[in-house]
Structures are given as structure tokens and as C-alpha cells.
């Protein structure tokens, strides 16, 4: 049984478990997004960045498990990749979902990078906030609700499952799974097949935008805070959770090729990926027993 639906602005498939599991699913899917997305005004994440300095922020259940997860990957890639660029987004136009008729609206809010923590932990559930940031989890929020997903259907004694949130994916069992091509709408690139593993793919071709001459797209540079450039256009990642490849496909669309790599290889050796560089070439490497079956697509 297989069964599709829209949430945290992505195509939710959801495919070999009951329907009761399904809904359970979706739910979950979509309460998070009521919690955690930034473009909801007075959720709980929409708290969370507007609580003044200096004072203790409580975290709700789910944020704060999202926050510890998503800071313990931001520090083993040294912050390139950080939830803390919500001003970032909004002073590049970001400020809405994005959509096919998206219009940014583009504001002075002051934004910089990050290579130190702007806050002070005091449990899981609460902190000081030292700097003034606006949180952002569009860079680990569809991964964590992927590998939420899998270790539910897990629990449920489910063997053979996909869930699918817009290609960040995991899989239990053994299943084939495709790459879209970053070019040629609507048709995968390649395809393969994965067993009990997670991929996740981010690119600068999609999400999008102009401001005059200046072309702005959703992938950040967490230590700059500047619209990350680089010669790599899409970018896959294939780990053991959907939050480490989803930070490894961003790594490489932000840092120099090389640079990624050598990251990836010291702080993730259990990781392959497929990297789609503006050329028109494509490299494929690291862990490469992590896939089988590799068929290009033509």
C-alpha cells in the first residue's frame, strides 16, 4: 500500500505499511510542521525566536529533541551547516514557503554566520539565548521527520518501508530509490537500490530567486551567512540517518569539492554520494558498498 501527501512544503510518500501507520504518519508529518516551520506565526519555533536575550527559553518536546540532534551535526562540520540562519533567510527574501509562484520579499534584517554557539544550554528543554538568532531547521527538520518515521515503523515490526519526504528518504529492507536529474524536470538521473539505509539530495536549482541582477537560492554558508558558491549544483548523500545525509548533500553544495570531501571522509567515512557539478559532470564516491545495482538513467 502506498499513499502520498503534502507537507513541510514536499511530496510525503509513504509506502509498504498499514493504513493505521500511515496515518499515524501523516499526523506526525504535519503537527511537526505546525510546530517547528519558520513561515507559521506564534508556533512554538515562532516563540523560541522571539524571546528576548539573557532571560531562559523553554523548547518544546519535539524542537528541543530537533535542536539536540541538529547541534551535534552542526558541530562535526564545523557550523557550515547550522539551524541558527532564520535572519539569514529572511534578509536574502526567504520569508515565505517556497512555491512555483514564490515572491521574496527582501528586508535589512541584520544576518551574519556562526562559528561559535550564540547560546547557553541549561537542559535539554531550556536555554539562554546570548545573541540575538531566529532559528531555521530547513536544513535538518525533513530528515529528522524521516528518521523519526523509520524508527516508528521499526518499533511496529515493519521489514520492507519507504518513506519519502521530497527525496530525503529512508528505507527498510531493500528497496530501489532514484536521484532526480537537477536539469532535466521529472526525470531521475540515476537510480540503485539501498538496504536499511537513508539518502538525501540538496541542490541550487530549484528553490530559487532574483533580486535585479542577483541571484539568491535556500543553501546557506553557516560560517559566512552568505549564499553558498561553489561549482557543485546537486549534491547526494547516502548515510546511516537521513539527518547525516541531508547535512552531507548541503556540505557539498557549500564547501570547494575537495574541502567536502576530505570533511565527509574524516567525520563520516560511512557515507557515499553523488555529486552533479555545473559542467555537467558527476562524480560518484565515498562508501560506495552503501548502494547496489547503480543504473544511469537515459
Known sequence: METTFKAMNSTIKLKGMNQALQNYLMNDFTTFECKA???IQGNEL??????????????EETIADLF????????????????????????IGYTASYSSDFSPVFNST??????????EPLSKQWMIKNENFSLDFGGFGKGYMVDRA?????????TDAIVNAGGDLAVIGTQQVGIEHPVITGKDMMRFFLTDMS????GKNYRKWSDGNQTFHHIVN??????????VLQATAIAQTTMEAETMSKLFCILP?????????????????IVYFHSHKVTVGGDTTLFERLEVSS
Do not use: C
Request: charged share 25%.
Open 110 to 119: 541584520a544576518s551574519r554566520g556562526f562559528v561559535k554557539e550564540p547560546f
Open 222 to 231: 553557516g560560517q559566512s551567512g552568505e549564499v553558498a558558491v561553489n561549482n
Open 68 to 91: 539536540e540532534k541538529s547541534m551535534k551535526l552542526s558541530r562535526k562540520v564545523d557550523y557550515y551547516v547550522n539551524p541558527f540562519l532564520g535572519n539569514v533567510m529572511k534578509s
Open 150 to 158: 523509520k524508527e516508528h515503523l521499526l518499533k511496529e515490526g515493519v
Open 257 to 273: 569539492f575537495e574541502q567536502a570531501k576530505k570533511m565527509v571522509f574524516k567525520k563520516f567515512p560511512y557515507t557515499a554520494y
Open 37 to 39: 516551520s519558520r513561515f
Open 199 to 202: 539518502m538525501a539530495t540538496s
Open 46 to 59: 515562532d516563540f523560541i525566536n522571539h524571546s528576548p536575550l539573557h532571560v531562559p527559553v523553554y523548547l
